[in-house]
């Protein structure tokens, strides 16, 4: 476990950071650019100093402002990815690879073997090349693998497919899921993309300007306004966790199982029984009073508004208390609010579009 | 008199050029280094009072610089009585006294290219290497080092050259003594003072010109293979 509490000003910008970590989950910083998240991981790493508070990571003090002990970067054992892969430019693959394993081996070693570590990340073919000769993508797999080998306690990550293209930061986020299964380190991703926050993350850490607004498992703290303020306009929605209760092949749809109901989507790549984040976009949830019949939408769920939040000039958007506990927000007009007589307390109807839900709104 | 191709006075001259310059050029490649690293990556109070006393002898009359260094080292000079007393050595008129002139000329050169490469090294490489578990040390040898090899080749060059050519301070406190302190400049200096020398004139300008360009030649072959090497496109020759 790592634990984080600490504060650091910069200028007139002041971080206050407190969460926790857990061995063998993703824990994902979450916020705009410019919210500190990198400065906040910066501090995890020792790369920049806090003023005040501490950092625990199983056991060992890395920065305790009160007893004055500032762990030096290179005695931390952090796994640490960059945005850009930062590898050494006049070393081979190989040579970038073993560069920080020389340290006295402790833990990954035990979990991921070099070998299966090489395969997992497919380095074998690039062992020999100079990183000049390595696409973007090769890059930051072989960063990752530097990382992974230096055997670290644990594993920060920068925003490690925000310059890559579609394809490749799926690659690069399949083998963080796989990883997670076999790393027992906590991992900490920072990301401004819910992308790659419904693929890998498992926890969330929720930063506006400075502060920390929300901690908590993923699916819980999406339902925060904070959360919704952050996504912005066009992001603005739910996130469920969800199972995988049945395939419908003939329908060429899928059943997905979430404390509040099952919901239809279209068939996703996904064994029964495996566990999976859905986002409902607040723009693809309809509201009636009444239970429709004769609908083309599968999805209709009982629910009671809980908040009402104007958004811009004639649309609003309402907070929905689903059976099960859950947040779903919805947007719609302001018109349509009137005309439906909705207030706090209304019982009604979500409607969710089936075909609104394809990739990329389900994430494994 | 003739020594295959040339003159045992040429002979003479090229080598002690050579020697200078050679000697010149290691003894402060690597106080360069060190001050071309402080300067690049160093954040301190007085670093423009560093830089420019570094730079102090490209923009100094090469004669005051000689002067300065006669001061300093002559029988009577805080260094060269220091000298004498501990080690019994006077520098002042040696082909030592050459090279230290030579040295301090070719330093704010040597200086400023090491310096060059230092800042394009990636300064997130650093960081890297000690989340890696790397220490200052191992950081200096295995990524500072290496990495800044265009600017350290780029700035023997520049330096071997500059020794080379070196005459005001050179002449100012070594001396001109032939076989000892006579390099090819002063040499060429000599013989061009009297008249009906032209052949013997020409004739050291020409082995200057050969000289300065092997070393050009070398270092631009030295220079691409790095380039290569680290897939750069940019060529570090001078």
């Known amino acids: ?364 | 008199m003739t020594d295959g191709l040339l003159t045992s006075f040429e002979t003479a001259a090229l080598w002690l050029s050579v020697k200078v310059a050679f000697w010149a050029v290691g003894l402060s490649l690597p106080l360069a280094f060190t001050v071309a690293y402080i300067l690049a990556r160093g954040q301190f109070y007085g670093h423009g009072i560093l830089n420019a006393v570094v730079h102090l002898p490209l923009v100094l009359p090469p004669v005051v610089v000689g002067y300065g260094l006669l001061l300093l080292f002559a029988r009577g000079g805080p260094v060269g009585s220091w000298l004498q007393e501990n080690f019994d050595v006077s520098l002042a008129f040696t082909w030592q006294a050459a090279a230290i002139a030579s040295a301090v000329m070719a330093f704010p050169l040597m200086v400023r290219a090491i310096r060059m490469s230092i800042e394009a090294i990636e300064p997130g490489l650093e960081a890297a290497a000690r989340t890696l578990g790397a220490s200052a040390w191992r950081i200096y040898l295995t990524v500072i080092l290496p990495l800044s090899l265009p600017g350290i080749l780029t700035g023997t060059v520049l330096g071997f050259a500059r020794s080379l050519g070196e005459f005001g301070a050179t002449i100012t406190f070594a001396a001109n003594i032939p076989g000892q302190t006579q390099t090819l400049p002063l040499a060429l200096f000599s013989v061009a003072e009297s008249p009906g020398n032209e052949v013997a004139a020409a004739r050291l300008a020409i082995i200057g010109v050969v000289l300065a360009l092997a070393a050009l030649l070398a270092s631009e072959v030295l220079a691409r293979r790095l380039a290569r090497r680290l897939g750069r496109q940019e060529r570090y020759s001078p």
């Open chain 1, 1 to 364: 476990m790592m634990t984080v509490d600490f504060q650091k000003t910069l200028g007139t910008f002041t971080l206050s950071a407190t969460f926790a970590a857990t061995p063998g989950r993703m824990t994902a910083l979450f916020g705009r650019s410019g919210a500190g998240k990198t400065t906040l991981i910066d501090c995890l790493a020792g790369l920049t100093r806090p003023d005040t508070g501490e950092i625990i990571n199983h056991g060992r003090v890395f920065y305790d402002a009160e007893k004055a002990i500032n762990l030096a970067v290179q005695d931390r054992r952090v796994g640490y990815v960059f945005q850009e892969p930062r590898l050494f430019p006049h070393l081979s693959v190989k040579a970038n690879l073993m560069f920080g394993a020389g340290r006295k081996q402790r833990s990954v070693e035990a979990q991921i073997g070099v070998e299966e570590l090489l395969d997992l990340l497919g380095l074998h073919p690039l062992l020999t090349r100079l990183p000049h000769r390595l696409s973007g993508g090769e890059r930051q797999r072989v960063a990752l693998g530097r990382a992974l080998l230096s055997d670290p306690e644990i594993l920060l990550l920068d925003e490690p497919v925000s310059a890559l293209d579609q394809a490749r930061s799926s690659e690069i986020l399949s083998f963080l899921q796989t990883l997670k299964g076999r790393l027992n380190i906590p991992m900490i991703l920072v990301t401004h993309r819910v992308e790659d926050l419904l693929r890998v993350a498992d926890d969330l850490v929720l930063i506006d300007n400075g502060k920390v607004i929300a901690t908590g498992p993923l699916a819980d703290v999406a339902g925060e306004a904070g959360f919704q303020s952050i996504l912005g306009d066009d992001g603005a929605g739910s996130v469920f966790a969800m199972t995988v209760r049945n395939h419908r092949r003939t329908d060429h749809l899928s059943t997905l199982r979430f404390a509040s109901g099952d919901l239809f989507v279209p068939l996703v790549e996904a064994a029964v029984g495996e566990h999976l984040h859905v986002r409902i976009k607040a723009t693809d949830v309809a509201i009636a009073k009444d239970r429709p019949a004769n609908i083309s939408m599968l999805n209709i769920l009982p629910a009671e508004v809980v908040e009402i939040l104007g958004w811009q000039s004639g649309q609003i958007n309402l907070r929905l208390r689903l059976p099960g506990g859950d947040v779903l927000w919805a947007r719609i007009t302001a018109k349509s609010a009137s005309d439906l007589k909705i207030t706090v307390g209304s019982k009604v109807y979500a409607l969710i579009k089936a075909v609104a839900l394809a990739d990329p709104g389900i994430l494994r």
